[in-house]
């Protein structure tokens, strides 16, 4: 594709897609990881002396329609904030706007505009219109085609990757396409069903697979051991038993917990109680792995020569159910490894426990770093090596 950091930006109007889709909670930006990770490129584009135009989705409003709660006024003055200068919020851009050489702008919700959603070619054309080049930086929501990520960069003059994008692709491909083995790979989170191509496609190119969370739950019941009343999906204990078999099969296996940490109810309170697998009752919830469980995929995690992880392994937001997210996310930090990690909780757990520092990569996406995990072609990616093609 072709790089942003390559091409000469001055005097030009340039259109940044990012992915400013961060928590706002009263008119303030309540995590701002993601703004932090566009400021190079931001920052980039205006030293260049750029006309720059942000855009971004925020949420996802009724279309078509205003609404205050999705504005990116908060996300403006956030960024404005950072960089030290003006944020001008743009309501009304379709048909044009005036930006200054070296001025940020940045226009409203994408998801405000008719069109957006379903990739609609005329709003598209307009977007495309605003600028001399486009730049799709928005990992985040490189796997939605839509007309801010997909159909604008398609009829744009220019269209290129954003440095956030390219470093995303890179981090990301460098784990999985080429990594440094044994490759580890750490799922967990509360469904199979949601993770069920992640997983499946994971164990293709990984050494080592390590499960946690409720997705856990659904192997320990596929190896005949009693959940009680976990969260669990019994329709997918054929599913786990035939990954379980074609991992066998390699050589090597997917551990299931031999201790888990229950409790009667899900709430902060309830008493937490640490015991064999086998010996989970009736009434029992799993909320987290044990204390022996995190020891032996700790030392799993140690050996790794790459490691990928997504989702806790435990109901973290729950001190008394911690431990093991903790342990494991501390595994990960302490180890050689080059460690990518992604998705929302994993990020809350990553803050947490203060490893942010530790960890190689962390990426900015949710349901994109999953469809990438997936091995699938993220259709942002896909149209900018079309438009690199010529
Ligand atoms: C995300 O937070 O995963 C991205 O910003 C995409 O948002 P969406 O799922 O509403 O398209």
Known sequence: ????TDLDLAGKRVLIREDLNVPVKDGKVTSDARIRASLPTIEHAMKAG???????HLGRPEEGVFSEENSLKPVADHLAGLLGSDVRLVRDYLDGVDVAEGEVVMLENVRFNK?????????????????????????????????STHGAGQYAPTA?????????LEALGKALDNPRRPLVAIVGGSKVSTKLTVLESLSKVVDQLIVGGGIANTFIAAQGHPVGKSLYEADLVDEAKRLMAAAKEKGGDIPVPTDVVTGKEFSESTPADTKAVANVSDDDMIFDVGPDTAASYASLLRQAGTIVWNGPVGVFEFDQFAAGTKALGEAIAESDAFS???GGDTLAAIDKYGLAERISYISTGGGAFLEFLEGKKLPAVAMLEERAKG
């Open 1 to 4: 594709v072709i790089k942003m």
């Open 50 to 56: 750029a006309k720059v135009m942000l855009m971004s």
């Open 115 to 147: 069109g957006e959603k379903k990739n609609d070619e005329a709003l598209s054309r307009k977007y495309a219109a605003l600028c001399d080049v486009y730049v799709m930086d928005a990992f985040g929501t490189a796997h939605r085609a839509q007309a």
């Open 160 to 168: 290129c990757a954003g440095p956030l994008l390219a470093a995303e």
């Open 340 to 342: 990518i990690a992604g």
